[in-house]
């Protein structure tokens, strides 16, 4: 279970660190940081689908989605929340804790270079710790640019580290069972979520046109509405009514069925 959300320069979330329950209900005013805390939540599982570098560009690339206000917020009414030359490393930090495993990520902008993707982000670092806690000896993956670390089976550091590329979560080009078993283990567990909001909620949705009620097949209004148990045959072309019992005989055997009789009819 999850228990530590932690969102840093991601749109209207400057620093953020929510504990949650098996629970948590977010509310607030609208413009309050809502659906930036949700859609984090959307991006770190991305990542585990080698999907972050896409879905920041769906959002309009790494510059649109990072905090545009000041580096530094000092206390509320003392400083105007506007945005200020950066003068540290621009980077887009996400993360989540829980009772098993971690997982953090750093997403930066490259070195600029000639090349026509220079505004592309990249994996700056990516951590993957046991506990609900990240410390350096409880850390169990760690990715610094391309170049990834993981445990050996004494608990060392492995002497060969791997290199990936730089557009690449570890958790999809380094998830392998023999190496390291506990990067395939939290990349599951992210693809296990699930997300609930892709139902239409406007005016012109379609749960809020009018329409007919579902209706039972027959009724009848002299008989409780449990003990009706009709039985009509949709692909009969006479109509049928259902008629409530009369008789002690007619109750163990059921509801009776008789052709509704039109004026004329013998």
Same mark, same amino acid.
């Given at each position: ?8 320069? +991601? ?51 790494? $510059? ?15 400083? #105007? ?18 009772? %098993?495993?971690? +997982? ?13 993707? +220079?505004?592309?982000? %990249? ?8 506990? $609900? ?22 608990? #060392? ?15 999809? #080009? ?7 078993? %506990? ?12 997300? +609930? ?8 949705? $379609? ?37 409530? $019992? ?21």
């Amino acid at each position: 279970m999850l228990t530590t959300l932690a969102v840093e320069n +991601y749109r209207s979330l400057r620093d953020l660190v929510l504990p949650l329950s098996r629970l948590t209900v977010v509310t607030g005013a609208n413009g309050s940081g809502k659906s930036s805390l949700y859609r984090a939540l959307r991006l770190l599982a991305d990542a585990a689908r080698n999907g972050a570098v896409a879905a920041l560009a769906r959002e309009g690339g790494l $510059p649109s989605a990072l905090w545009a206000g000041p580096e530094s917020v000092g206390r509320a009414g003392k400083a #105007a929340v506007q945005g200020t030359r950066r003068t540290k490393p621009v980077g887009l930090r996400l993360g989540f804790a829980g009772d %098993e495993f971690g +997982y953090a990520l750093d997403l930066g902008m490259p070195i600029p270079t000639q090349t026509a993707f +220079y505004r592309d982000p %990249e994996f700056k670092r990516e951590c993957i710790w046991r506990g $609900p806690v990240l410390k350096p000896a409880t850390l169990l993956a760690d990715r610094a640019g391309p170049v990834v670390r993981t445990r050996a089976g004494t608990g #060392a550091w492995d002497q060969q580290p791997q290199r990936i590329g730089l557009t690449d979560s570890m958790l999809t #080009a380094f998830a392998d069972p023999r190496i390291s078993p %506990e990067v395939l283990l939290v990349r599951e567990r992210i693809r296990s979520w699930r997300f +609930y909001d892709h139902f239409r909620t406007d005016a012109d949705a $379609p749960a809020r046109q009018r329409g007919w009620a579902p209706a039972p097949p027959c009724s009848t209004t002299t008989a409780p509405i449990s003990r009706q148990r009709c039985r009509r045959s949709w692909r009969s072309a006479t109509p049928t009514v259902c008629t409530p $019992p009369s008789t002690t005989r007619s109750r163990a055997r059921g509801w009776r069925w008789r052709p509704a009789t039109t004026a004329g009819s013998s």
